[in-house]
């Protein structure tokens, strides 16, 4: 593993979002205000994002309403489309299955395309806040590195292992449109979707009309 981690990339290249976590996430939260998560069958939630071109005291706003909403809903990362923002920009606060807590927000990600002999997919159980009630397995690489901005415009590239690399994986899928029931069968995506029609959110959600 550690021959492999050194193949794909030094670490000294990676944001380090695992330092001072719980003040910065906190610091956030304090200055946002919780929003309702928008559900599948919102249009903002199927369709690629604007891209962040502007980052200044808007930004910085809508970021810190994003971790406030995630901490309402209990969330370990929210796309800026899932409060219905038409931007790609999304947060986390998420640990790897070290139990180690990652902490920032990416404007404009993209996923490196890792090369098939460093694959390694895991095919643990999904969740969505914008598909209340629901999880079905579903198969990921283990690894993932996403390259964008940070909210002050600089380039960043943050790395993740086992459910961060997930959490990074289906935040960046939101952004252009998908959610991770669009990327099961038709078998599972309709057993999801009967959950959460059976199911009760534990947070706000705006309603579809």
């Keep these: 593993m550690a021959q492999q981690d050194t193949e794909r990339q030094s670490v000294?290249?990676?944001f380090d979002d695992t330092v001072d976590a719980e003040a910065r996430e906190a610091a956030h939260r304090?200055?946002?205000?919780?929003?309702?998560?928008?559900?599948?069958?919102n249009p903002v939630l199927h369709k690629e994002c604007q891209d962040v071109t502007e980052f200044g005291d808007d930004l910085a706003r809508l970021i810190d309403d994003m971790f406030a909403s995630q901490r309402t809903a209990e969330g370990v990362g929210l796309a800026a489309n899932q409060i219905g923002v038409d931007l790609k920009v999304f947060v986390y606060d998420c640990p790897d299955d070290e139990g180690v807590r990652h902490v920032g927000a990416v404007c404009n990600p993209v996923l490196d395309e890792l090369p098939a002999a460093e694959r390694v997919l895991d095919d643990s159980n999904e969740g969505c806040l914008s598909v209340p009630t629901a999880y079905a397995p579903l198969a990921r690489p283990d690894y993932a590195i996403v390259r964008g901005q940070d909210p002050q415009g600089n380039p960043i590239a943050v790395q993740g292992t086992g459910y961060f690399a997930r959490c990074l994986q289906h935040e960046t899928d939101h952004l252009y449109g998908y959610l991770y029931i669009d990327r099961l069968s038709k078998r599972d995506r309709k057993d999801a979707l009967r959950q959460m029609a059976e199911g009760t959110p534990r947070y706000p959600v705006v309603e579809n009309v």
């Design 12 to 14: 000294d290249e990676f």
């Design 30 to 41: 304090e200055r946002g205000t919780s929003r309702p998560i928008t559900v599948v069958g």
